[in-house]
């Protein structure tokens, strides 16, 4: 059963974050894990959204959306991505 990442990212320094997205496909790929959104600018039709960019991604189970995210290359990511963005980030199971 697929299982869902959600990430509410506030970006502080645009120029440094690059560095960041242009490695995130490839640390991605190995846990079959696919980009389903990003929106910069969502449109909210209730509350507050507390995040400027909105990323959703797809895994194939949350064994391996854990795999990923406790992954070293992606831990890289979470250093560099540490003093230039800010993120919220949970794993949603589909009922």
Same mark, same amino acid.
């Given at each position: ?8 990212? #506030?970006?502080?320094? !645009?120029?440094? @974050? ?6 995130? =496909? ?12 990003? &929106? &910069?600018?969502? =449109? ?8 400027? !960019? #909105?990323?959703?991604? =797809? ?7 854990? $795999? ?5 290359? @992606? $831990?890289?990511?979470? !250093? ?5 963005? #800010? ?7 589909? !009922?």
């Amino acid at each position: 059963m697929s299982v869902y990442v959600v990430g509410l990212v #506030t970006i502080k320094d !645009r120029g440094k @974050y690059a560095a960041y997205e242009a490695r995130f =496909r490839e640390v991605l790929a190995p846990f079959a894990g696919e980009i389903l959104a990003v &929106d &910069d600018a969502a =449109r909210v039709v209730e509350g507050k959204w507390p995040g400027e !960019r #909105t990323v959703i991604l =797809r895994f194939p189970s949350e064994a391996a959306a854990k $795999q990923w995210y406790d992954s070293e290359p @992606y $831990q890289e990511l979470v !250093r560099l991505r540490s003093g230039i963005a #800010t993120a919220a980030i949970a794993i949603l199971s589909a !009922r």
